[in-house]
């Protein structure tokens, strides 16, 4: 079973920073693409930002102020958040797929992490 464990959330201030990490179970090198979604309350998944081997990709409400990487030997993917705002406040989710043949992809989620910005 593949695993993806997320931390990092918590409470910060507007206009504080946040680093969010994904820990998978198995080489991310494995995975075609990585993102990260979140979901406020009332409101449908968004994703916030892709990297895959097209590059990194950025929700326009993110872009400029987060960004999404990777450390290959420590399998863990990351998103740094900085000049947060109260509308990011979410519960944030690692997300990886994978093509395992030509019919068929495999998809993983993390359980997710809670990200609250009020003052």
């Known amino acids: 079973q593949v695993q993806l464990v997320e931390s990092g959330g918590g409470l910060v201030q507007p206009g504080g920073s946040l680093r969010l990490s994904c820990v998978a179970s198995?080489?991310?090198?494995?995975?075609?693409?990585m993102d990260w979604y979140r979901q406020a309350p009332g409101k449908e998944r968004e994703r916030v930002a892709r990297?895959?081997?097209?590059?990194?990709y950025y929700a326009d409400s993110v872009n400029g102020r987060f960004t999404i990487s990777r450390d290959d030997a420590k399998r863990t993917l990351y998103l740094q958040m900085n000049s947060l705002k109260p509308e990011d406040t979410a519960v944030y989710y690692c997300?990886?797929?994978?093509?395992?043949?030509?019919?068929?992809?495999?998809?993983?989620w993390g359980q997710g992490t809670q990200v609250t910005v009020s003052s």
């Open positions: 198995r080489r991310i090198s494995t995975f075609d693409k």
């Open positions: 990297i895959s081997d097209s590059g990194t």
């Open positions: 997300h990886a797929q994978r093509r395992v043949s030509i019919e068929a992809d495999v998809e993983y």
